[in-house]
């Protein structure tokens, strides 16, 4: 039996699952996942159904005849309910339905005849892997589960990919181990009774946007207070950050209505010109039942800490990484207050505000609103004429984009106007990267060259994109959160949120001439007028600066005797001459992000025994 890392033992937020069908050369493919601490759910027949880890408030579930239904998260649905949406269940495909009426966060798990489905959530914060083991096709929350059962290792054309600045869709899906699948976030996937033959299919669809604001507020609001409803109504005491901006004081007012009672806690900048504590301080004064606590601003753990201890487990690469110690830090001390949940606003920059590409199509539609609305993006982020009507004029389709990306990857980074009205940022490679890896990420670029976008319309496909690379860093975070003691949870990042934010008319959501007028209008009468004023938030760019000064020391050893060297991927030497010098300008700009994060996973392999490693017979 291998011994597992300790961080594999579940707490509350942490749950984990794999999938199996009800036959018996699953069963004992099941069996050989079990591990002590972990739990088994059963098909009638009493072979294993799903294996993992979970709290008995994380899962839900039903059986009725030939049927099974499972949520593993967070969902304010009994038990009696699922039962009943079980036994009038006939179809597999019935459960779009389901899945698209459901407040929460969740996965969606169901058995009938034999079939399984396995879904997700459309944000991508809960993801689906699947892969042949044993030629059993096993489904899992996980891919570094299946990876230990399949006993690979980590693929290297993936970690060149990964070493993009950014990874573009659709390869940011992709997981790290050859043999791995990756289920889209809008599609589910079904397993056919054979055991072994598998599909996606879609079951969400972005809404299209067609509400006016007055109309959407309303239903923003709704669906944000529900989500902050879903994770308080229980009571106890729940922590939430208030950081002073539009999303974290929203929260805040939202769960200050529940029966939970609440703790709330700011972090001030140390930037003299940060004004986060004033706004928070703001609020706190119309929040007189909350226990408010403010942190000494130079206590906080700065951008780069303790990057050389990380032991996570991890499924992939991330560049949550370099944030992870200030994420944490305040969770034991909210522990100790009694918090059971810790809630962020986290995502509201994602949903509530939208890209600025949508005036792409905008100015073939309606040409006077949107000229008159461009002068003041340019006035407001400073765009130059030439370069506003180049990236206007750029009609490229997203493949071909992609494919153009693929051989200007040492290119200088665009002008931000470019990124702004196109198809996001297009991926870069460093001086550090190697030859040998700059031609595995071309290869992996060109491969896709026939990719289609997340949407048609460039500014939802950006908008989708950045949702979805967002929730793959929060998805780490609430990993390293629950092994913290106190798991958090994002209700911006619900489906049901993301959906009514996307509906309302992108003319209205972004504007020069209003800072987030969605949520400053669902949030009236709840937030009060006095905080609802903010029209900025703070940058913490004095944070990112002091860590690289301050941290320099560990930089260098991160590249000394580098994973990511010893597999030809980098130059060792220029990154330990960068290191050295943490002042240069180029590294405002976060460009290190991509390899840190790969060089900080790799090490984490190295340091732990894969989790659910399968027993040795």
């Given at each position: 039996?291998?011994?597992?890392?300790?961080?594999?033992?579940?707490?509350?937020?942490?749950?984990?699952?794999?999938?199996?069908?009800?036959?018996?050369?699953?069963?004992?493919?099941?069996?050989?996942?079990?591990?002590?601490?972990?739990?088994?759910?059963?098909?009638?027949?009493?072979?294993?159904?799903?294996?993992?880890?979970?709290?008995?408030?994380?899962?839900?579930?039903?059986?009725?005849?030939?049927?099974?239904?499972?949520?593993?998260?967070?969902?304010?649905?009994?038990?009696?309910?699922?039962?009943?949406?079980?036994?009038?269940?006939?179809?597999?495909a019935e459960l779009d339905a389901l899945a698209l009426r459901l407040p929460g966060s969740f996965h969606l798990l169901a058995a009938l005849d034999g079939r399984l489905r396995v879904q997700g959530t459309a944000s991508g914060l809960r993801l689906v892997f699947h892969a042949p083991v044993d030629g059993v096709r096993v489904a899992a929350s996980r891919a570094d589960v299946l990876a230990a059962a399949l006993g690979g290792e980590p693929d290297e054309e993936q970690l060149a990919v990964r070493l993009l600045w950014p990874v573009p869709h659709p390869l940011a899906e992709a997981p790290m181990w050859r043999g791995i699948t990756a289920v889209s976030p809008q599609d589910a996937l079904t397993?056919?009774?054979?055991?072994?033959?598998?599909?996606?299919?879609?079951?969400?669809?972005?809404?299209?946007?067609?509400?006016?604001?007055?109309?959407?507020?309303?239903?923003?609001?709704?669906?944000?207070?529900?989500?902050?409803?879903?994770?308080?109504?229980?009571?106890?005491?729940?922590?939430?950050?208030?950081?002073?901006?539009?999303?974290?004081?929203?929260?805040?007012?939202?769960?200050?209505?529940?029966?939970?009672?609440?703790?709330?806690?700011?972090?001030?900048?140390?930037?003299?010109?940060?004004?986060?504590?004033?706004?928070?301080?703001?609020?706190?004064?119309?929040?007189?039942?909350?226990?408010?606590?403010?942190?000494?601003?130079?206590?906080?753990?700065?951008?780069?800490?303790?990057?050389?201890?990380?032991?996570?487990?991890?499924?992939?690469?991330?560049?949550?990484?370099?944030?992870?110690?200030?994420?944490?830090?305040?969770?034991?001390?909210?522990?100790?207050?009694?918090?059971?949940?810790?809630?962020?606003?986290?995502?509201?920059?994602?949903?509530?505000?939208?890209?600025?590409?949508?005036?792409?199509?905008?100015?073939?539609?309606?040409?006077?609103?949107?000229?008159?609305?461009?002068?003041?993006?340019?006035?407001?982020?400073?765009?130059?004429?030439?370069?506003?009507?180049?990236?206007?004029?750029?009609?490229?389709?997203?493949?071909?984009?992609?494919?153009?990306?693929?051989?200007?990857?040492?290119?200088?980074?665009?002008?931000?106007?470019?990124?702004?009205?196109?198809?996001?940022?297009?991926?870069?490679?460093?001086?550090?990267?190697?030859?040998?890896?700059?031609?595995?990420?071309?290869?992996?670029?060109?491969?896709?060259?026939?990719?289609?976008?997340?949407?048609?319309?460039?500014?939802?496909?950006?908008?989708?994109?950045?949702?979805?690379?967002?929730?793959?860093?929060?998805?780490?975070?609430?990993?390293?959160?629950?092994?913290?003691?106190?798991?958090?949870?994002?209700?911006?990042?619900?489906?049901?949120?993301?959906?009514?934010?996307?509906?309302?008319?992108?003319?209205?959501?972004?504007?020069?001439?209003?800072?987030?007028?969605?949520?400053?209008?669902?949030?009236?009468?709840?937030?009060?007028?006095?905080?609802?004023?903010?029209?900025?938030?703070?940058?913490?760019?004095?944070?990112?600066?002091?860590?690289?000064?301050?941290?320099?020391?560990?930089?260098?050893?991160?590249?000394?005797?580098?994973?990511?060297?010893?597999?030809?991927?980098?130059?060792?030497?220029?990154?330990?001459?960068?290191?050295?010098?943490?002042?240069?300008?180029?590294?405002?700009?976060?460009?290190?992000?991509?390899?840190?994060?790969?060089?900080?996973?790799?090490?984490?392999?190295?340091?732990?025994?894969?989790?659910?490693?399968?027993?040795?017979?």
């Open positions: 039996m291998t011994e597992l890392h300790e961080s594999v033992g579940t707490g509350p937020g942490d749950a984990h699952f794999t999938v199996f069908t009800d036959r018996e050369d699953a069963a004992a493919v099941a069996r050989s996942f079990s591990r002590p601490g972990t739990r088994t759910l059963t098909h009638a027949s009493g072979r294993p159904w799903i294996v993992g880890h979970w709290q008995d408030d994380e899962i839900v579930t039903a059986h009725a005849g030939h049927a099974g239904l499972a949520l593993i998260g967070c969902c304010p649905i009994d038990a009696a309910e699922l039962e009943r949406r079980a036994g009038r269940l006939r179809d597999l397993v056919a009774a054979d055991g072994r033959t598998a599909r996606h299919s879609r079951w969400w669809t972005p809404p299209d946007p067609v509400r006016t604001l007055a109309e959407g507020a309303p239903l923003v609001r709704e669906a944000l207070a529900t989500a902050v409803d879903a994770r308080t109504r229980q009571g106890g005491v729940v922590s939430s950050d208030l950081s002073g901006g539009l999303d974290s004081t929203s929260i805040c007012f939202l769960a200050d209505r529940s029966p939970a009672r609440v703790v709330a806690s700011t972090w001030p900048g140390r930037d003299p010109a940060d004004t986060d504590l004033y706004w928070a301080e703001q609020a706190a004064r119309s929040l007189p039942d909350i226990d408010h606590v403010v942190w000494d601003a130079h206590a906080s753990p700065l951008v780069y800490d303790d990057l050389l201890t990380i032991d996570d487990l991890l499924d992939e690469p991330t560049i949550g990484v370099m944030d992870r110690s200030r994420v944490l830090h305040h969770l034991p001390a909210m522990a100790a207050r009694g918090s059971r949940l810790h809630l962020t606003g986290i995502g509201g920059d994602h949903v509530a505000w939208c890209s600025e590409a949508y005036y792409h199509r905008l100015l073939r539609t309606r040409p006077l609103f949107a000229l008159r609305q461009l002068r003041g993006f340019r006035a407001l982020w400073q765009w130059p004429l030439g370069g506003t009507a180049r990236a206007l004029a750029d009609s490229r389709p997203y493949g071909r984009w992609l494919a153009d990306s693929s051989g200007r990857l040492r290119d200088p980074l665009p002008a931000t106007v470019s990124t702004s009205l196109g198809w996001g940022m297009p991926p870069r490679l460093f001086d550090w990267v190697t030859p040998d890896a700059e031609r595995a990420a071309r290869r992996a670029l060109r491969a896709v060259a026939d990719a289609v976008p997340l949407h048609p319309d460039r500014g939802l496909h950006a908008d989708l994109d950045q949702i979805r690379s967002c929730t793959r860093i929060i998805r780490q975070w609430d990993r390293m959160a629950a092994r913290a003691g106190v798991p958090m949870a994002s209700p911006f990042l619900d489906d049901r949120v993301i959906e009514a934010c996307l509906a309302v008319r992108p003319s209205e959501r972004v504007t020069p001439w209003r800072y987030k007028p969605l949520l400053t209008a669902a949030m009236s009468g709840i937030v009060p007028d006095a905080c609802l004023r903010r029209t900025n938030k703070a940058a913490a760019s004095m944070d990112a600066s002091d860590g690289l000064r301050e941290h320099r020391a560990d930089l260098l050893a991160l590249w000394t005797d580098s994973r990511l060297e010893r597999l030809g991927l980098v130059d060792g030497n220029a990154l330990r001459r960068l290191a050295q010098r943490p002042g240069t300008p180029e590294l405002r700009d976060a460009i290190l992000y991509s390899t840190i994060a790969a060089e900080v996973w790799l090490r984490g392999l190295d340091r732990k025994p894969e989790p659910n490693a399968r027993a040795s017979h």
